[in-house]
């Protein structure tokens, strides 16, 4: 499996990735807005795009669908509920969907609503497995909810699904905000020392050479992650008079994401 970062370095922060087969070269673009950019990157690498894959139909992940679709023949995928809001769909995918992808790749898809309500993450299945998703799930942090998306749905996607994958799982999300969600874990929990030393890391680098985490590192670095945490539960109790005595997780998950809002 080969999955390729690229960075086009615009001013959303965005990642595309190609994530292609090794033995045939077949390659998936993954919200390519800059679809000149991938092409040439596959070129390089001799890929060959078959597949663009929509993550969720935000415009910065669909911009670029059609030009490279015409450039490639390639097929398009998205969520099987985003007919709507995204044109040209040719393979609608709901949760479970495996696609195989030239000999060896195997994409597994995960229905992963809360950033929007038709939002899709992908499992890439290799000697290391590879979790791509978009704008629900990032480096130290997690999607916000105001364009169309709904934070109990978002908690129920990390509870339910993101907590269920193993910890060498890398994760692959549609933006570098690592510098600044790991400000916010060190912000609740000042003594997270391995948040501390992620930083300085990051801080070293630029979105093209921005690390790479796994699901084990975000149990440790991303505050949504570390519900139980009694450093971020009292920090909470400090910013919300009203905040439970006994607060269940999604209450904690939640008033997080509306920090996180306005920080
Ligand atoms: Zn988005």
Not at 242 to 258: C, G, Q, S, V, Y
């Amino acid at each position: 499996m080969i999955i390729e970062r690229i960075w086009p370095n615009n001013k959303w922060r965005n990642f595309h990735y190609l994530i292609a087969c090794e033995d045939t070269g077949q390659a998936v673009a993954v919200d390519p807005l800059d679809w000149k950019y991938c092409l040439n990157v596959a070129k390089s690498l001799g890929l060959t795009i078959t597949h663009i894959l929509n993550t969720h139909e935000h415009l910065d992940h669909i911009g670029g669908n059609e030009e490279l679709r015409v450039a490639t023949g390639a097929r398009l995928l998205a969520h099987t509920g985003a007919r709507e809001t995204i044109k040209g769909i040719d393979q609608g995918i709901s949760h479970g969907d495996v696609l195989k992808i030239g000999r060896r790749l195997e994409l597994q898809f995960l229905d992963t609503p809360g950033h929007t309500r038709t939002h899709l993450c992908v499992l890439a299945h290799g000697d290391t497995p590879a979790l791509i998703c978009g704008d629900t799930l990032f480096n130290a942090g997690a999607g916000n909810c105001h364009n169309g998306g709904d934070v109990g749905l978002l908690y129920e996607t990390f509870v339910n699904q993101f907590s269920q994958l193993s910890d060498k799982t890398t994760i692959h999300p549609g933006h570098d905000y690592l510098e600044r969600n790991l400000a916010f874990t060190l912000n609740r929990e000042p003594d997270n020392v391995a948040a501390r030393l992620l930083l300085e890391r990051a801080q070293f680098s630029s979105g093209a050479t921005a690390p790479v985490t796994t699901l084990g590192e975000e149990r440790i670095t991303n505050t949504f992650f570390r519900l139980q945490n009694p450093q971020i539960i009292a920090g909470l109790r400090s910013s919300f008079p009203n905040f439970p005595e006994t607060p269940d997780a999604k209450t904690i998950f939640m008033h997080l994401r509306a920090l996180r809002n306005q920080w």
